[in-house]
Protein backbone atom coordinates (compact mmCIF):
# COMPACT_ATOMS: atom_id res chain seq x y z
CA UNK A 1 0.00 0.00 0.00
CA UNK A 2 1.50 3.47 -1.17
CA UNK A 3 1.64 6.82 1.14
CA UNK A 4 -1.08 7.96 -0.53
CA UNK A 5 -3.64 5.66 1.08
CA UNK A 6 -5.41 7.72 3.72
CA UNK A 7 -8.57 6.58 5.92
CA UNK A 8 -11.21 9.47 6.20
CA UNK A 9 -10.79 9.75 9.89
CA UNK A 10 -6.57 10.28 7.88
CA UNK A 11 -8.06 13.23 6.03
CA UNK A 12 -10.24 14.83 8.32
CA UNK A 13 -7.10 15.41 10.64
CA UNK A 14 -5.27 17.05 8.09
CA UNK A 15 -3.60 19.99 8.44
CA UNK A 16 -5.06 23.44 7.19
CA UNK A 17 -3.54 26.42 7.23
CA UNK A 18 -5.90 29.51 8.20
CA UNK A 19 -5.29 32.71 6.50
CA UNK A 20 -7.08 35.98 7.58
CA UNK A 21 -8.96 38.17 5.06
CA UNK A 22 -5.67 39.67 4.77
CA UNK A 23 -4.38 36.76 3.45
CA UNK A 24 -1.68 36.56 6.60
CA UNK A 25 -1.29 32.96 8.03
CA UNK A 26 -2.80 32.62 11.67
CA UNK A 27 -3.01 29.32 12.16
CA UNK A 28 -3.43 26.41 11.21
CA UNK A 29 -7.09 23.76 11.82
CA UNK A 30 -8.04 20.60 10.98
CA UNK A 31 -9.19 19.36 7.72
CA UNK A 32 -12.81 18.65 10.09
CA UNK A 33 -12.64 22.04 11.41
CA UNK A 34 -11.38 23.78 8.20
CA UNK A 35 -15.25 22.49 6.41
CA UNK A 36 -16.68 23.68 9.20
CA UNK A 37 -15.79 26.72 9.42
CA UNK A 38 -16.72 26.65 5.91
CA UNK A 39 -20.26 25.28 5.98
CA UNK A 40 -20.61 28.03 8.90
CA UNK A 41 -19.52 30.59 5.79
CA UNK A 42 -16.81 31.67 7.88
CA UNK A 43 -14.18 30.99 5.74
CA UNK A 44 -13.85 29.99 1.95
CA UNK A 45 -11.38 27.58 0.58
CA UNK A 46 -8.56 28.77 -1.53
CA UNK A 47 -6.71 25.75 -2.21
CA UNK A 48 -7.38 22.19 -2.36
CA UNK A 49 -5.09 19.33 -1.95
CA UNK A 50 -4.14 17.69 -5.12
CA UNK A 51 -4.88 14.12 -4.16
CA UNK A 52 -6.58 13.88 -0.88
CA UNK A 53 -10.24 13.42 -0.99
CA UNK A 54 -13.25 13.08 1.64
CA UNK A 55 -14.91 9.76 -0.02
CA UNK A 56 -18.15 8.46 1.01
CA UNK A 57 -20.33 6.21 -1.48
CA UNK A 58 -21.88 9.77 -3.18
CA UNK A 59 -19.11 12.22 -2.43
CA UNK A 60 -15.74 12.98 -3.34
CA UNK A 61 -14.63 16.09 -2.43
CA UNK A 62 -11.02 17.43 -2.29
CA UNK A 63 -9.62 18.27 1.07
CA UNK A 64 -8.96 21.97 1.73
CA UNK A 65 -5.41 22.75 2.31
CA UNK A 66 -5.68 26.44 2.53
CA UNK A 67 -8.55 28.43 3.81
CA UNK A 68 -9.19 32.50 3.75
CA UNK A 69 -11.29 33.60 6.65
CA UNK A 70 -14.25 36.05 5.90
CA UNK A 71 -14.24 39.19 7.86
CA UNK A 72 -11.14 38.11 10.34
CA UNK A 73 -8.55 40.57 9.56
CA UNK A 74 -6.62 40.22 13.13
CA UNK A 75 -2.85 38.72 13.43
CA UNK A 76 -2.16 36.42 16.64
CA UNK A 77 -1.07 37.64 19.62
CA UNK A 78 2.75 36.37 19.10
CA UNK A 79 4.14 34.64 22.04
CA UNK A 80 7.81 34.81 21.96
CA UNK A 81 8.98 31.15 22.62
CA UNK A 82 12.38 30.87 24.04
CA UNK A 83 13.37 28.86 21.47
CA UNK A 84 16.82 28.35 19.62
CA UNK A 85 15.61 29.96 16.96
CA UNK A 86 13.93 32.86 18.17
CA UNK A 87 17.84 33.03 19.63
CA UNK A 88 19.42 32.92 16.44
CA UNK A 89 16.78 35.67 15.53
CA UNK A 90 17.57 37.67 18.32
CA UNK A 91 21.46 37.20 17.79
CA UNK A 92 20.82 38.20 13.93
CA UNK A 93 22.68 34.62 13.01
CA UNK A 94 26.15 35.89 14.72
CA UNK A 95 28.44 34.24 17.37
CA UNK A 96 27.99 36.64 20.24
CA UNK A 97 32.06 36.22 21.12
CA UNK A 98 33.76 36.31 17.51
CA UNK A 99 30.62 38.50 15.45
CA UNK A 100 30.75 35.76 12.56
CA UNK A 101 27.33 35.45 11.07
CA UNK A 102 26.63 32.31 10.14
CA UNK A 103 24.28 29.46 8.72
CA UNK A 104 22.00 28.46 11.69
CA UNK A 105 23.70 24.87 11.12
CA UNK A 106 26.97 26.66 11.86
CA UNK A 107 25.47 27.97 15.27
CA UNK A 108 24.92 26.87 18.60
CA UNK A 109 23.76 27.79 21.63
CA UNK A 110 26.08 28.85 24.53
CA UNK A 111 24.84 29.20 28.18
CA UNK A 112 26.75 32.63 29.24
CA UNK A 113 27.81 30.83 32.60
CA UNK A 114 27.48 27.27 32.26
CA UNK A 115 25.44 24.75 34.40
CA UNK A 116 28.60 23.27 36.00
CA UNK A 117 29.51 27.19 37.64
CA UNK A 118 26.02 28.26 37.93
CA UNK A 119 25.77 27.59 41.68
CA UNK A 120 29.12 29.18 42.30
CA UNK A 121 28.04 32.89 41.11
CA UNK A 122 26.27 35.11 42.75
CA UNK A 123 22.52 36.05 42.44
CA UNK A 124 22.98 39.68 41.42
CA UNK A 125 25.81 38.57 38.98
CA UNK A 126 23.93 36.55 36.98
CA UNK A 127 20.29 36.09 35.16
CA UNK A 128 17.68 35.24 37.38
CA UNK A 129 17.10 31.58 35.27
CA UNK A 130 19.82 29.42 34.12
CA UNK A 131 17.82 28.44 30.95
CA UNK A 132 16.79 32.43 30.38
CA UNK A 133 17.08 34.79 27.35
CA UNK A 134 19.79 36.55 29.65
CA UNK A 135 21.72 33.28 29.84
CA UNK A 136 21.50 32.00 26.15
CA UNK A 137 23.49 33.60 23.59
CA UNK A 138 24.19 32.69 20.12
CA UNK A 139 27.78 31.73 19.45
CA UNK A 140 29.72 29.23 16.52
CA UNK A 141 30.89 25.72 17.40
CA UNK A 142 34.28 26.91 17.59
CA UNK A 143 33.78 29.81 20.32
CA UNK A 144 31.52 27.07 22.22
CA UNK A 145 34.21 24.29 22.75
CA UNK A 146 37.15 27.30 23.12
CA UNK A 147 34.45 28.78 25.76
CA UNK A 148 33.57 24.68 27.58
CA UNK A 149 32.81 25.22 30.81
CA UNK A 150 35.06 28.74 31.54
CA UNK A 151 33.05 31.77 32.84
CA UNK A 152 33.93 35.02 30.49
CA UNK A 153 36.24 36.72 32.80
CA UNK A 154 38.19 33.71 32.49
CA UNK A 155 38.96 33.83 28.93
CA UNK A 156 38.79 37.56 29.02
CA UNK A 157 35.94 37.42 26.41
CA UNK A 158 33.31 40.58 26.49
CA UNK A 159 29.91 40.06 25.56
CA UNK A 160 28.26 42.83 23.66
CA UNK A 161 25.11 43.72 25.14
CA UNK A 162 22.03 41.12 24.69
CA UNK A 163 19.68 42.80 22.45
CA UNK A 164 15.68 42.48 22.84
CA UNK A 165 14.11 40.13 20.33
CA UNK A 166 11.32 41.90 18.22
CA UNK A 167 8.31 40.28 18.16
CA UNK A 168 8.02 41.63 14.59
CA UNK A 169 11.27 39.61 13.27
CA UNK A 170 9.25 36.47 14.98
CA UNK A 171 7.57 34.07 12.47
CA UNK A 172 3.71 34.52 12.65
CA UNK A 173 3.49 30.69 12.54
CA UNK A 174 6.39 28.11 13.20
CA UNK A 175 5.88 25.75 10.51
CA UNK A 176 9.10 24.16 8.77
CA UNK A 177 10.50 24.37 5.27
CA UNK A 178 9.30 20.94 4.81
CA UNK A 179 5.68 21.17 5.63
CA UNK A 180 5.22 24.29 3.99
CA UNK A 181 6.27 22.66 0.88
CA UNK A 182 4.49 19.34 1.51
CA UNK A 183 1.05 21.00 1.76
CA UNK A 184 1.49 23.73 -0.56
CA UNK A 185 1.51 27.01 1.79
CA UNK A 186 4.65 28.25 0.28
CA UNK A 187 3.52 31.16 -1.08
CA UNK A 188 1.49 32.12 1.60
CA UNK A 189 4.46 31.46 4.11
CA UNK A 190 7.47 33.39 2.19
CA UNK A 191 7.55 36.18 4.60
CA UNK A 192 7.20 34.00 7.16
CA UNK A 193 10.48 32.66 6.82
CA UNK A 194 14.03 33.86 6.99
ZN1 LIG B 1 32.43 32.55 17.35
Redesign the pocket.
Known amino acids: MGASFFTLMDVLSQPVLVLNSGYMPVGIKSVRDAICMVLMEKADIIKEAANLFIRSEKLKLPAPRIILLINYNHLPKRKIRLSRQNILIRDNHT??????QLSASKLTLDHIIPKSRWAEIQKDRKATDFNSWENIVT??K???TKKGSKLLSELKWKLPPIKKLDPRLTPLLFVSNKTAEEFGWNEYLFYNQY
Do not use: G, L, R
Not at 95 to 100: F, G, H, L, V, W
Open positions: CSYCAKACECN
